[in-house]
């Protein structure tokens, strides 16, 4: 398997650009399967996930290839209507496929999908949401038939999921009248699909407020369109800062979307200065602990960057108390970080963060993708060299972690399997 080493103590010091946002490539890729067109996607990472979604409109008979940044996908002529189980099983986000197989070919089967293991995610939401357009589900066999022709609809949703929200504007798109989707996600990445969707000539509006109006049935076309950065990616690098020590840049976000985020982190001691497409953070003295961070729903606190931000809270003084509201196994990350030197406790939704003076290298394994960017956020701060194993979960939303990171000064290798 492969690993990081990392040689923690060396302050980060620079600029990166931030990569596509992979909570928005994927729902768009699966929105290319609508266009009878090609569709050239800007600023799309090089990621597992993405190469999932790939795999994905290969196997249905639409042409994917990449040029540079950008992939290009025509969905001209679509031969199939099915996801197989291994290609499903590659990730949780594969049910986005669900409403854009429905929506385009009038039928779509597939299994339960994969992904990282955060506790129960069921599917009932996207299910209920197809149900309202007037799909017909049957499940069998560990597997999903959805058939039947598309409707608009009044869809309320009983939480404001994301994944629920996309699968019910994909397949509102290709059903016939007005569909309302009421307690819609609010994340930035739902503005994103839209506005992609936008660029192949639907008829979409209200995302980034809790009621999306979709238009159904307008005839689409091909077009291009260039994916936001990726916030979390964004998050992490500056929580790497405040772990590590330095002055950092990101660019290519847009700060107001991380306003939570950076909001922690000025409480914790970090000089933060955001200005259009950049954020920068200097951190200079250790870090000390800040009110209770209760994860939530855009514009809440993110659930993605809760981990990150606890491994860069472990070292320094003071308490900090997580409260962790959308999964149900969001702290898995929290046993390698006590190896590493970390006073944490857990019980139920809850961990308490008690500050160290200092953290120690030591062997850890990467249980899910937050967590394991947590990991490497914590060894650039401890002293000595940590192993990080495991990094399929990390290669599934960072295109290059440890290149970005080499760039900043932080002393981080990839060691490939079979090296010792």
Known sequence: MNTYLVEGGFPLEGSVEIHGAKNSVLPILAAALLAPGECIIHNCPRLSDVEASLAILRHLGCSARREGDAVVVDAS?????????????????????????????????MCAPGGCELGPRPIDLHLAAIRSLGGQITEADGGLLCEGKLHGADIVLSLPSVGATENAMLAAVCADGVTTITNAAREPEIVDLQNFLLALGARVRGAGSSVITVEGGVPLHGGSYTVMGDRIVACTYLAA????????????????????????????????????????LACTKPLKGVRP??????????????????????????CTVF???????????????????????????????YGVPRL???????????????????????????????????????????????????????????KS
């Open 360 to 418: 120690h290298g030591a062997r850890v394994r990467a249980s899910d993708l937050r967590g394991g960017a947590a990991l490497v956020v914590a060894a650039l701060g401890a002293e000595g060299e940590t192993r990080v194993e495991d990094l399929h979960h990390i290669d599934r939303g960072y295109q290059s972690l440890e290149g970005d990171l080499s760039a900043l000064g932080a002393h981080i290798v990839r060691e490939k399997a079979g």
């Open 293 to 318: 961070i209760r994860t939530a729903p855009y514009p809440g606190f993110p659930t993605d960057a809760q981990a990150p931000l606890m491994a860069a809270l472990c070292k320094g003084s003071g």
């Open 241 to 280: 800062a405040a772990a590590a020590g330095g002055h950092v840049e990101v660019t290519g976000v847009d700060w107001r979307n991380l306003s939570t985020v950076t909001a922690v982190l000025t409480e914790a001691g970090c000089t933060v200065r955001s200005q259009p497409g950049r954020i920068t």
């Open 77 to 109: 002529a679509p031969t199939r209507c099915d996801v197989p189980d291994a290609l499903m099983r590659e990730m949780r986000s594969s049910v986005i496929f669900l409403g854009a197989v429905l929506g385009r070919m009038g039928r779509a089967r």
């Open 323 to 353: 409260v962790e509201n959308m999964f149900d196994s969001r702290y898995r990350h929290v046993d390698e970080l006590i190896r590493m030197g970390a006073d944490i406790r857990v019980e139920g939704r809850v961990a308490v963060v």
